[in-house]
């Protein structure tokens, strides 16, 4: 397991914490990536008071798509940015690393986004110690930018366990910043925390966030721990879901529409 020296990397996360929205693939009426679709959809949510978008998971097919593509759909996104300056984290697992490890190069060194995320290999139901292999390679080929692992289980067919999130603080001591937690037990958000407290007993909202996944658990993730939020429903209506999350963690001035989420 490649092991990075350590660095005096001090990573901002108070970006990250509030609504994510998953953003949508944008094809053309020929079903090819549409540069003038993503970009005005980029603007419009970027012009709600969301905090980031999440580029290339699975609300933007990013699993479906070519390499180049999803270079494509960033660098419009990170075009579309240009005047918002809100957050962007790339979602750059495939299924090899090779193809992963270009896409996190490209993120960082192209786009300069906030972070980049994956989830681990699917298909094939992988110990857990190339799962971390795989990661820390990812993480390895943009070793200037923060690290998400994207825990989605049911569809990935393998699941995030402490032993393992234990593993990546071993091998990505400085760019590890936090879960993506789509698992359907909301429990499993404090289970991230608790090993990350291991590690960060004093400071853990500034070092480690957990975002909740499964949006009609918003409310429910961010009770339990979660700092953020990331989901594909955001973008169908983000007033809704920054109206929850200011409900639970905030200080709204309207709770109606949070309270009928």
Known sequence: VYRPPKSNFDFDL?????????????????????????????????????VGLYV????????????????????????ANQSFHKSIIAHVGCNNTKDSQEL???????????AIASIPPIYFHLPA????????????????????????????????????LEAMFDSCPDTLIGVKNSSSPTQDIQMWREVAMKHYPDNVDDKFIVFNGPDEQLVSGLVIGANGGIGGTYAAMPKLFIKAYQCVLGEPTDNTMATNI
């Open 104 to 114: 996190a190069k490209h993120a960082q060194d192209t786009c300069h986004v906030d």
């Open 129 to 164: 110690y190339s799962i971390a292999d795989y990661w820390t390679s990812i993480s390895r080929a943009a070793p200037a930018t923060p690290f998400i692992i994207y825990n989605i289980p049911q569809l990935a067919g393998v699941s995030l366990t402490k032993d393992l």
């Open 14 to 50: 108070s970006k990250f914490k509030g609504i994510i929205p998953a953003f949508y693939a944008c094809y053309d009426d020929n079903g090819q990536v549409d540069k003038d679709r993503t970009i005005a959809l980029a603007r419009y949510l970027f012009g709600q008071d969301i």
């Open 56 to 79: 290339g998971g699975s609300s933007g097919e990013g699993i479906y798509q070519t390499v180049e593509e999803r270079k494509k759909v960033l660098e419009w996104v990170t075009e």
